[in-house]
């Protein structure tokens, strides 16, 4: 009879277990597929295994310890001259020696967007729920060309630091050790404003004339075979011109190129207000220096979302997409002992 009871009771307790295991997977079944994603705010899954996967890791070559190369690749117009030892000056005025180092790092994470305030990199996330400034395609005025405008959100994103790899906060560091939001365009009133942003950079009239638009062609010769000349700070090579350093662009090209343009005018923006920094040559070798216009040979480009460009090729479907990340290795050339390197 006890046994029986016990069986009995055993039984009723087995049975609401799995009741409720039952409920409880309905239940998270229920929430998966209830999911909503925001097709204009897509998540782009930086913070996940893309980190390494979407990353062409073959871009940070050539590396060059103490002189001597290592890896394939040019070494960038304008790098500091190879050398075994360098020397620095500490806080107190003290100098110290150490050994040169110079490479490319993954440094800046450049969202480029259509909805402001859209942030892909934050898996989604609306950083404002402001309906304003959405970006598109549009005539203008006189003629048929067409414009496109977008907006921006950069990233620092030293991820060789975050590795703590090559870090130190002593020589060749641009003051960013971590990710940090720099900048977002739809707070800044001259990045949807033409005629306003040519009031912060009267240069751009210079780069109106003849002469300055021959430059520019010689630029974009060059910049075909790998060569952009640094002394044409108003051209983009192909991509077209900088100035002014707004969120318009031509449509003349493929979105990639589009989108490229765009995050070239942000880098751009950024040196002009004392954001970004140059990290090359023989004077940075102690340090990052202040320049308001763009070291162009400094930075490569790769695409990060939405298709990955891995090992320098690009998916066919990418000229579907128009909108995406874009993941930036800066160049960096300092006096190591442990030192950070971008």
Known sequence: MIRSIVTTTLSMIVAMALCLASVGLVLAETTTTTESVNPSCPDAKVFSNKLFSAIDWDNIFPIRIAGGKLGSGDIPDGAADSRFVCMCLDNNGVPFFGTQLGMWRPNRLIEVVRVANCSPALGGTMLQSRTRLIGGPEAQEH????????????????????????????????????????????????????????????????????????????????????????????????????????????????????????????????????????????????????????????????????????????????????????????????????????
């Open 143 to 342: 003629d048929s060309t067409d414009v496109h405008f977008y907006n921006v959100n950069v990233w620092a994103f030293p991820l060789i630091t975050m590795l703590n790899l090559f870090t130190s906060t002593q020589c060749g560091n641009d003051g960013f050790m971590d990710v940090d939001l720099i900048n977002i365009s739809t707070v800044d009133p001259t990045w949807n404003d033409e005629e306003l942003s040519l009031l912060f950079t009267p240069e751009a009239y210079i780069f109106c004339t003849p002469p300055a638009l021959a430059l520019q062609l010689a630029d974009a010769a060059a910049s075909t075979v790998g060569k952009p000349m640094n002394s044409a700070i108003g051209s983009a090579g192909t991509w077209g011109s900088l100035y002014p350093l707004s969120g318009f662009g031509l449509t003349m090209g493929s979105a990639p190129q589009v989108t490229s343009l765009i995050a070239t005018k942000a880098l751009a923006k950024l040196h002009r207000i004392a954001f970004a920094r140059r990290t090359m040559g023989n004077d940075t070798m102690c340090g990052a220096k202040i320049s308001v216009t763009i070291t162009k040979t400094q930075y490569r480009y790769s695409t990060f979302y939405p298709v990955p460009e891995v090992s320098g090729k690009l998916s066919d479907m990418y000229s579907n997409f128009e909108g995406e990340d874009k993941d930036l290795a800066g160049h960096q050339d300092s006096n190591f002992e442990g030192e950070d390197k971008d």
